[in-house]
């Protein structure tokens, strides 16, 4: 079955150390996302890919850095994560319309399992 | 004041109750999505409308443009449906007519006891 498939499904890390945290669609979706969600709190956005153009969203940390190398696979890179990044992670994708400059958000979302990061 | 309200937050049911959970939204908007998340895990796209109604299973959705409110109802609910319901909508820049990523209601924790 097609699906985003989230790697490891729980991480611990310890303060400072940078951690990476992987996303993987069998979609072939042009769009992913990444979100962070704390506990009892809706999801926030990150950032997400376009093909492979970039859009950070204006209050996310420089502490967190992403990478697409391909269609299929997307990373969140935690340069040197805090107690307060201790978090669920969540990677979505879609797929956007030809043509459109942005990802329109007609297109539904599919999510992934989610990758509880811990911060020693 | 949010532009995604939900209500209620929190739902609890007996087995075989009917339910609705609300979602009212102050932003013009290209779609609204309903997500489900279980304690622990992912989200689980429900669904996706611009307008009327949806049906799978034994849940409907159901969206009011013109009142910019959406409802998501349970029928014959049952304690594996227990799960947080998010609400979120994916909203138009008036400026620019691009669209917005999406904006989250806080959810609804729905708990069905057997």
């Known amino acids: 079955d097609a699906m985003v498939i989230q790697n490891p499904r729980y991480q611990v890390t310890q303060f400072g150390k940078p951690v990476t945290l992987s996303c993987s669609q069998t979609l072939n979706h042009n769009v992913m996302y990444w979100y962070q969600q704390k506990s009892s709190q809706a999801p926030k956005l990150l950032f997400h890919y376009y093909d492979k153009d970039f859009n950070n969203e204006a209050d996310t940390p420089d502490n967190f850095q992403s990478r697409r190398p391909n269609t299929s696979f997307c990373f969140l890179d935690i340069r040197s994560p805090g107690l307060g990044d201790a978090a669920m992670y969540l990677c979505a994708t879609s797929r956007a319309s030809p043509g459109l400059a942005a990802p329109s958000t007609y297109n539904e979302q599919f999510f992934g399992p989610g990758t509880r990061l811990t911060v020693l | 004041k949010n532009e995604v309200e939900q209500s209620p937050q929190n739902l609890t049911a007996q087995e075989g109750e009917f339910i609705t959970i609300n979602c009212s939204y102050s932003v013009g908007i290209s779609a609204l999505h309903w997500l489900q998340q279980h304690p622990g895990g992912g989200i689980v796209s429900l669904f996706m409308l611009s307008s009327g109604k949806k049906k799978h299973g034994r849940l409907i959705a159901t969206i009011n443009i013109q009142e910019k409110h959406s409802s998501l109802h349970i029928t014959a609910s049952h304690p594996r449906d227990s799960a947080v319901y998010i609400c979120?909508?994916?909203?138009?820049?008036?400026?620019?007519?691009?669209?917005?990523?999406?904006?989250f209601g806080s959810g609804t924790q729905l708990t069905v006891l057997p």
């Open positions: 979120a909508v994916g909203s138009v820049q008036i400026s620019s007519g691009s669209a917005r990523q999406l904006t």
